[in-house]
């Protein structure tokens, strides 16, 4: 058994097989996922996991040189958009619209499919190198 980080077969197995610039997505529960991609599912109820949550354990694991997000989510959560920018450095954040956010994921090695039930909390993570 691990002694700690990540427990999810599925979401360890995705995160271990990332290379430079390949992206995955964290994902509200209503984002529409393309049948082709790999849906890692967390989702339990509603709410839970949050995208919170689960960005943040992500972001444990994961190198991320940079990210994107649908620019919608400033007008219509201003929360989570907080939230994501006080991970990540402003010039590392990229603000698409939603439906170009929806076209990118059939190029997502995964996306992680959470409990989350606000709009607009999707966001692409772009992998870097830990490389010293």
């Known amino acids: 058994m691990k002694k700690a980080g990540l427990l999810n077969l599925d979401l360890n197995t995705v995160l271990a097989s990332l290379g430079h610039t390949d992206t995955i997505v964290i994902a509200d529960c209503g984002l529409p996922i393309p049948d082709d991609v790999r849906r890692v599912d967390l989702a339990l109820i509603k709410g839970e996991p949050s995208f919170l949550s689960v960005l943040d354990r992500v972001l444990d694991e994961m190198v991320v040189e940079r990210c994107t997000v649908a620019q919608e989510v400033r007008e219509a959560n201003p929360v989570i958009d907080n939230e994501i920018c ?26 992680v499919r959470t409990g989350e039930a606000t709009p607009y909390a999707n966001i692409i993570l772009h992998a870097g190198v830990n490389f010293s």
């Open 86 to 111: 006080k991970r990540f450095n402003h010039d590392s954040i990229q603000y698409i619209t939603h439906e170009e956010l929806k076209q990118q994921l059939k190029n997502a090695k995964a996306v």
